[in-house]
Each structure stands twice: as C-alpha cells, then as structure tokens.
C-alpha cells in the first residue's frame, strides 16, 4: 500500500548527502576522493536513481490498483484504522527489505566499478 515510501525516504537522505559530499569535493575536503578514481557522489547520484526509480514505478503500480488516489488522505489505507497496521506492516516489512535490497546491489556497482577501474589504471601504467 506504502511500501514505496520508504525507498524515496532513502532517497531524500541520499540526495541531501550527495549534495553534502560533492559541495565537500569541489572544495578538496572528501576523505573518500583518495580510495577511487570515481567520486563518492557519482557513487550517490547512482543510489539515487536506483532508489527514485523504483519508488517512482512502485508508486504507479499503486495508483494502478487504486491504493493511492489523488485526493486526501492520498492512501486508501489511511482512511480505516485496520488497514493502517497493515499498511504500517508492510511499509516495516517489503519497503525496508526493498531498500535494503537496493542498497546492497548499489554497494555490488560500487564494488564492481572500483575493480574495473583499477584494473584499466593498472593495465596503463603497464603498457
């Protein structure tokens, strides 16, 4: 019902740290610019999109099926008091464990593009 609230909440933080590091890089202050060659922002910009993308598409499955309705409370499930536990449940349950989700395959793009470019600056400094 709500479980793509919590993956844009991630989002919102994520934005508001992305700004904060890359206002940090461009004045030469990042302690993460010495670790890689790609900016811990760029890393961030990519979470972000991940994160928004998959709220913005779970958000329309909602309206589809009619659990979000353009007019107050927006959430069908908050107008009864039963379907707000149920809502509240599955926002602690299937929005977290999305989030999470997204996180960790974030975490396996950063890990991998690291590799990659470590290998393309070793294969320079070789030939």
Do not use: Y
């Amino acid at each position: 019902m709500a479980c793509f609230l919590v993956p844009a909440g991630e989002g919102i933080v994520t934005e508001i740290v992305k700004k904060a590091e890359a206002k940090k890089e461009q004045n030469g202050k990042s302690t993460h610019s010495d670790e890689t060659k790609i900016p811990f922002s760029r890393k961030l910009n990519w979470l972000s999109k991940l994160l928004w993308g998959g709220s913005i598409l779970l958000a329309f499955e909602h309206v589809w099926h009619g659990e979000v309705v353009p007019f107050f409370p927006f959430l069908t499930a908050m107008s009864d008091p039963a379907d707000k536990a149920e809502m509240l449940h599955e926002m602690s349950t299937v929005g977290v464990s999305m989030a999470i989700l997204i996180t960790v395959v974030w975490i396996g793009m950063c890990v991998a593009a690291d590799v990659i470019v470590k290998r393309s600056l070793s294969t320079k400094t070789t030939a």
